[in-house]
Structures are given as C-alpha cells and as structure tokens.
C-alpha cells in the first residue's frame, strides 16, 4: 500500500516558469491537502478538496490552483513561480470528517525558485 | 480553533523515557488530541490520539490529564530515530467535519535525542 506520493521530489525552477506538483493517493480518501513549509516553520494549507470536483482556499492559497477530477489525484499548479514560493511542499489526505481520523502526508517536494 | 501550548525544544538521551508536554486550556468536550511527529526531510506522520482516556500504541503513550487541559506524549525508550518534531493538535467540529486537516501545524517541539 503506496499511500500518498508525491512527484518530483526536488524542482528547480526559473522565476516565472510553471510547473505541476503531483499527488495521488491509493486509499480511496475523500479528503486531500496541500501544504508548504518554510524552513523553520509550521505547515501552512494553501487548498484542499473535500472530493472529486471540489476544491477549497486554504491560508496562503495566492500563486497556486488546484484540480480535482478525480478521488485519487490532486495536483498543485505553480503559474509564473516566484522566489517567494520556495518551499517544501506536501500534500495529505483523510479519510472522512469524523475528529479521530488520521492524516497520512507525502514525503514532500522541495522547490526552489531562482 | 482550539489553541495548543508546546515546549520549543527537548533533549533526551538514547534509551530514557521522554515525557512531551502539551497544553490546551480551551479544549472542548469533542476535540481529540492528535500527536504527529515529522522526521528530517520528511512529511508529518501520526503517532497517537485520544479524547479522554490514555492510549497505548507499538510507537508512544499518550497520557490525558482528568481535566483534558493538558497532555503528554511518552515514548518509553528514545532512540536516535525518534529525533523529530513533535506536534500536538486538536481536532474540532466544525461546519460538520474535522478540523483536522486544516488546522496549522506550528513549530512544535523539536526533541534531540544524543547517543
């Protein structure tokens, strides 16, 4: 069992260029998370799906968009990357809404923007 | 969002029990108490969580106080592996859902274990 995966593991990318941070996750979870984490720093949400179709802004979510056609996919999209956005990103997902459900995360992608 | 209170940082050595503490004065009747601990280079991953009574798992212990104020995460044995971030939330409902995953994960404590 895979869990959530998340691909690449480490970007580089030019100011202004776009790229996509994968996430998928095998357990037929209803509820998936982005986050980023400066260093140092806690773990900010910048969106979230409650499931297929539907997606939601979390704290910092200016910079990014997100899709989600489908259970198992929820990809983070950087449009014109800015050094700002330098980070460790990861996604996470739940099962359900009931308080002692358990988060599972990915292992994080590390983007640098210079 | 219920509020928690953790120490900056710990320090063990190899093989003692360390006792993490955790404050959460304003906790409801419904919050559970979650602990996750992020290794180097790694996402967060669960450890452990209860609502009043102590809990018991292969990784930790997780004493509650009668009063639920207050927690405390044991790991009974430090190993050099357990050097991480440990982080204390609660989980509320709200708007008929878990908090949980929107909740901000802060700094936590940062536990150094030394061989």
């Known amino acids: 069992n895979a869990g959530v995966t998340q691909t690449p593991k480490f970007r580089i990318l030019k100011i202004g260029q776009s790229m996509t941070l994968q996430c998928a996750q095998d357990m037929n979870h209803n509820y998936m998370y982005w986050y980023r984490q400066d260093p140092g720093m806690g773990l900010k949400l910048i969106y979230y799906s409650v499931g297929a179709g539907i997606t939601d802004k979390g704290e910092v979510p200016n910079g990014y968009n997100v899709s989600r056609s489908t259970t198992e996919d929820f990809p983070l999209r950087l449009e014109l990357a800015a050094p700002s956005q330098t980070s460790v990103y990861f996604c996470?997902?739940?099962?359900?809404?009931?308080?002692?459900?358990?988060?599972?995360f990915g292992s994080g992608t590390q983007l640098s923007v210079l | 969002d219920a509020k928690t209170t953790q120490p900056n940082s710990m320090e063990s050595n190899e093989e003692e029990p360390v006792h993490l503490p955790c404050n959460h004065s304003t906790i409801s009747g419904t919050d559970y108490i979650h602990w996750y601990r992020q290794l180097p280079s790694q996402g967060p991953e669960y450890v452990i969580h209860g609502l009043t009574s102590n809990v018991n798992n292969r990784m930790a212990s997780l004493a509650i106080a009668e009063d639920r104020k207050s927690s405390t995460l044991i790991l009974h044995r430090a190993t050099l592996r357990d050097a991480a971030v440990y982080y204390c939330?609660?989980?509320?409902?709200?708007?008929?859902?878990?908090?949980?995953?929107?909740?901000?994960f802060g700094r936590g404590t940062q536990l150094t274990v030394w061989p």
């Open positions: 996470a997902s739940i099962r359900g809404q009931a308080t002692n459900e358990k988060l599972f």
């Open positions: 939330i609660l989980s509320s409902l709200e708007l008929g859902g878990s908090t949980l995953g929107r909740l901000y």
